[in-house]
């Protein structure tokens, strides 16, 4: 919402910074001209003032020759002899009124010349001046825009900066997430090479235990069957005296046997024994891989 409010002002600023930098290109363009206009109407001005100097020059001697002709005839007045001095002196004042007079008429063209050249460098002053009147104003539309759009353009470049920075932490949670994600993986390949390894060798040691249970099963089948053996034989020494003699062998011939049995069921029980407690802590660990891997499981 701050940055669609601000958007208006900072282009009305940004549009007046543009129209100083328009104002300012025209006004180069106008002053380029500047240097020669002004050249050249200072030659024409310089022409003019040799002229006019030329001009007065010849007015000087024109006058000169008129008092020179004065001078003659006030002294010849009643000498006819001086009379050469006169025609002398009055050759030479027309001789500087012609002079004068065929310079005169060149004179104007080179004052409209000096006053064209003036007035067209005026003209291109005038121009310079119009521009530069219209960067000043340029530049105080542009200050006074910008003072509008100052604290929008500030706010705007704040809320730009904050969203920049919650990006850039947005995209450093990102990359911490894929390595999470990545140590996940690697985590769950060991934990699941460990349960395949645990459940491979649980049938191995269910084997065991079952194999050893049968045997101990057997043993004690072979013991039950010599124990009633024994019974029928103290059975018989009860009945009669002779078979109770026989019975008597055939008791003290089991009872030898007895221990031999006694020790492999014992060897039995002591294999069950220990392969039993194999085989549970076997199966708390695969039950806790199993645990542990589906904790690692994303929730």
């Known amino acids: 919402e701050a940055t669609a409010k601000a958007a208006a002002p900072v282009k009305a600023a940004d549009e007046k910074k543009a129209a100083i930098a328009k104002a300012e290109a025209e006004l180069a363009a106008a002053q380029k001209p500047q240097a020669p206009l002004k050249a050249a109407a200072d030659q024409k001005a310089a022409e003019l003032k040799a002229k006019d100097a030329e001009i007065a020059k010849l007015n000087a001697e024109v006058d000169a020759a008129q008092r020179g002709l004065n001078a003659a005839k006030a002294v010849a007045i009643g000498k006819p002899d001086m009379a050469a001095m006169v025609a002398e002196a009055q050759k030479n004042l027309d001789a500087k009124k012609a002079a004068h007079a065929t310079a005169l008429p060149a004179l104007n063209p080179v ?8 007035n067209t460098f005026n003209a291109s002053n005038g121009t310079v001046v119009a521009k530069e009147k219209l960067v000043v104003q340029a ?7 910008e003072k509008a759009a100052a604290p929008l353009r500030s706010k705007k470049q704040q809320i730009e900066g904050s969203i920049a920075a919650q990006q850039k932490t947005l995209t450093e949670k990102q990359s911490v997430s894929g390595g999470i994600e990545k140590d996940f993986a690697a985590q769950s390949q060991v934990v699941n090479a460990a349960i395949a390894a645990a459940k491979a060798a649980q049938p191995a040691l269910e084997k065991a235990l079952a ?89």
């Not at 530049?139 to 825009?145: L, P, S």
């Open 211 to 299: 194999d050893a249970t049968a045997a101990k099963d057997a043993g004690q089948k072979i013991v039950d069957a010599k124990a009633a053996e024994v019974g029928k034989a103290q059975g018989t020494v009860e009945a009669t005296k002779k078979s109770r003699a026989d019975a008597e062998a055939a008791i003290a011939a089991a009872q030898k046997e007895i221990p031999q049995r006694d020790k492999s069921i014992a060897e039995i029980k002591a294999e069950i024994a220990r392969i039993t407690p194999q085989l549970e802590p076997q199966r708390a660990k695969v039950k806790q891989l199993q645990d542990q891997y589906l904790a690692m499981l994303p929730k």
């Open 111 to 118: 004052k409209q010349a000096a006053q064209a050249a003036l």
């Open 139 to 145: 530049k105080h539309a542009a200050e006074a825009a």
